[in-house]
Each structure stands twice: as C-alpha cells, then as structure tokens.
C-alpha cells in the first residue's frame, strides 16, 4: 500500500482518481499484483523524468560556469 500511496502523492493533481483508485485508497477492493505493477512503471517513469530533467539542468549550469570562467579570464589577464 506505501507504493501505491506514493503513486497517488506523485500523480500529477489536477488528474482525477478513477474509480478504482478511489476504491483502493479507501480499501474497498484489494490492489491487484498487475495494478500495482502498472502503477510501478508510471512512477518510475515520472521519477526517470525528473532525474533527466536534473541532469541537464546540472550540465546548463557546468557549461555556464564554464563560459563564466573563461570569459572572465580572458577580460582579466595579467
């Protein structure tokens, strides 16, 4: 049920639950093993996307302090 309460809290929040979720959440109905696997793979996707989106904007700023550093010492020779 944590994997699945994680899914929930991740899930983009102008989406509605459906009425399977809802039914989940509130412990109407068991999580089925290939539901929960589903809800698995859209929550790895969405952190893979993240984790990418981090990424370039590490490498923007290596390449900005870069340009930043050499701009600056060529404007500063001695």
């Not at 993240?50 to 900005?64: G, H, P, T």
């Amino acid at each position: 049920m944590f994997k699945f309460y994680c899914y929930l809290k991740d899930r983009t929040p102008h989406v509605p639950l459906s009425l399977e979720e809802k039914k989940i959440a509130l412990g109407e109905i068991d999580l089925p093993t290939a539901k929960l696997a589903e809800f698995m793979q859209c929550q790895d996707a969405h952190q893979q996307s993240l984790k990418d989106a981090f990424a370039r904007q590490q490498e923007k700023a290596a390449v900005s302090d870069m340009f930043l550093m050499q701009s600056y010492s060529s404007h500063h020779r001695i």
